[in-house]
């Protein structure tokens, strides 16, 4: 058994080796790639799918009077519609820290604050291509309106402590790539 080494914890050992790989879709959204692979012990994997995406980004954006800033959105997968951190793509040419505040401004209106990267996890290693950048935003105030874009319809709500701790434990963030940083949050501030 190997050792365990902190600074090992995310490597390429057991990488596969891709033989051949095909695009079936490509839309902005969305790219699937199918990927004949060679798995370490020389077994061939006929059927290997990717689905590729940019790399996104999420905020826990809190006031300067400690109020969450969440979004209220239905969500056509779920059918439901959820509490969630802003968050979104990062676009070409931007990096991610910039594209956390461009999307939190968009999409709720606040900005300002200090800024730092959380953590940095992905939704599904095992088929999808990208991370999540999840920052932390302390002191935002309220800048300017929202500018959604054209499918977007969301509303902009202010939690307590109190409120989002009570999601959290209550299952109630179902996006795990929200419910996550918020876990982490809460868990370095011993606020559980």
């Known amino acids: 058994m190997k050792e365990f080494d902190i600074e090992d914890a995310i490597n390429e050992d057991g990488r596969w080796e891709t033989i051949s790989s095909e695009y079936l879709f490509r839309r902005p959204w969305l790219t699937v790639r199918h990927d004949k692979v060679r798995l ?5 994997n ?10 996104w980004v999420n905020i826990i954006a809190i006031t300067a009077d400690g109020e969450f800033v969440m979004e209220r959105q239905y969500r ?13 793509v990062v676009e070409d040419g931007e990096t991610p820290l910039e594209a956390a505040r461009r ?7 606040y900005g300002g604050g200090e800024w730092k990267e959380l953590m940095l996890i992905s939704g599904n290693p095992s088929t999808t291509s990208n991370l999540t950048h999840c920052f932390l935003a302390v002191g935002v105030e309220k800048v ?26 209550s299952d109630k963030i179902r996006q795990s790539l929200m419910a996550a ?12």
């Not at 054209?150 to 402590?161: I, P, R």
């Not at 940083?181 to 606020?191: D, I, Q, V």
Request: glycine share 6%; with cysteine.
């Open 40 to 44: 370490p012990d020389g077994r061939i």
């Open 46 to 55: 006929p059927e290997f799918y990717v689905l590729e995406y940019p790399d």
């Open 76 to 88: 056509h997968g779920l059918d439901k519609t959820c509490y969630e951190l802003a968050a979104g």
């Open 103 to 109: 999307e939190l401004e968009e999409e709720t209106g």
């Open 144 to 169: 300017s309106a929202q500018h959604l874009d054209s499918t977007e319809d969301l509303s902009v709500c202010l939690l307590a402590l109190d409120q989002v701790r009570q999601l959290l434990v």
């Open 181 to 192: 940083p918020l876990w982490k949050y809460f868990a370095e501030n011993r606020l559980l």
